[in-house]
């Protein structure tokens, strides 16, 4: 998951500096601050509550049900065929 987190901030944040992507710059503008809204949001709430006790280091890296190698390729293909189309 830190994987898919990387492609998209590495994705999107060059793609809202590229002049010559037009309006698709702007939505990638709009997925930085997105991000980075969720960040702090997440900061924040972890500092007001605290961790939970279901949470343990398998949970919050590979989830509860292990996704496989197929569920990211999706997202990979997800994310590149939306930026090419």
Known sequence: RLFM??????????LALARH?????????GSVAALL???VTVVWFLG?????????PQT????PGGATIF???????????AYNN
């Open 5 to 14: 987190l990387l492609v998209g901030v590495f994705v999107c944040a060059p």
């Open 21 to 29: 992507v037009s309006f698709m710059r702007h939505l990638a503008a």
């Open 37 to 39: 809204l969720l960040v």
């Open 48 to 56: 007001e509550h605290g961790q939970d006790e279901s949470v343990t």
């Open 60 to 63: 919050l890296w590979f989830g």
């Open 71 to 81: 569920t990211y390729m999706n997202s990979i293909n997800n994310i590149v065929f």
